[in-house]
């Protein structure tokens, strides 16, 4: 179940179509991005392929089983496998840091109480927070709760790893650091990890595979050396994309 690719996703609301016919294939153990400016799909197409909005056409292939049509029983193993950091982290207020981080061990496992602690434990120091589970998140920095929410992400150690504009609002060193736990745990544990973002540095610091959406087309996918080593060859759109970042001239 290690390999994940869409086919021909098209998403409407209402009247308007906001996914033209998309499909890719997310390279195992590798950073993949989402790209493209503001508007153009990328969240759209990142909840449609972690099943939190159903495209009306397209299918998710998580290995061998497609997400959107697939049993209950399968659908729930895949979600064990799945870790997701959004971009408002998504932590509960009413829980702390400790109990936001266990929250999927509780859901999807049968662990005991000991061994949950220890893997918040583990969890919270990977992510440079040991210590603090006894926190809530209004006592914790903006940065700190993206790391949280990045501890509550690996918490059942996923297959998968999807991150919604993960360093959006941050100042650059947070920002830059979030980018390398990112790359770190996605090589550490071999995870497919997706990341949706309209930052270009992030883009440098990280990216490996690229997608391209422009008003919700695929424009272009390939990989991150092509596409600042060639700019000659990509779509017009990408290319005046990646000049007003000052990434090409």
Not at 225 to 239: C, T
């Amino acid at each position: 179940m290690s390999e994940l690719r869409i086919e021909h996703i098209s998403k409407w609301f209402g009247k308007q179509r906001v996914l033209h016919d998309i499909s890719f294939f997310f390279h195992p153990g590798k950073v993949n991005m989402i790209i493209g400016p503001s508007g153009c799909g990328k969240t759209v197409l990142l909840k449609c392929i972690v099943g939190l909005i159903q495209p009306e056409q397209g299918q998710v292939w998580f290995g061998k089983i497609d997400f959107l049509r697939t049993d209950p029983a399968s659908r729930r193993s895949i979600l064990r496998n799945l870790g997701m950091l959004f971009q408002s982290s998504a932590l509960f207020d009413s829980m702390n840091v400790g109990e936001n981080v266990a929250f999927p061990l509780r859901v999807f496992t049968e662990q005991s109480e000991k061994e949950i602690q220890d893997r918040v434990a583990y969890c919270l120091e990977r992510v440079g927070l040991a210590g603090i589970q006894h926190k809530y998140p209004a006592e914790i920095s903006g940065g700190m709760k993206r790391r949280v929410g990045l501890a509550r992400a690996i918490a059942l150690n996923p297959q998968y790893l999807f991150c919604d504009e993960p360093n959006s609002g941050l100042d650059p060193l947070t920002a830059r650091r979030i980018d390398e736990l990112i790359q770190e745990l996605t090589y550490e544990f071999h995870t497919t990890t997706v990341v949706v973002t309209h930052d270009l540095k992030s883009v440098v610091d990280m990216g490996e595979e690229i997608l391209f959406l422009y008003d919700g087309r695929a424009e272009w996918h390939g990989s991150k050396a092509v596409m600042l080593g060639q700019p000659e060859s990509l779509p017009p759109n990408l290319r005046a994309f990646l000049r007003a970042s000052g990434l090409i001239e």
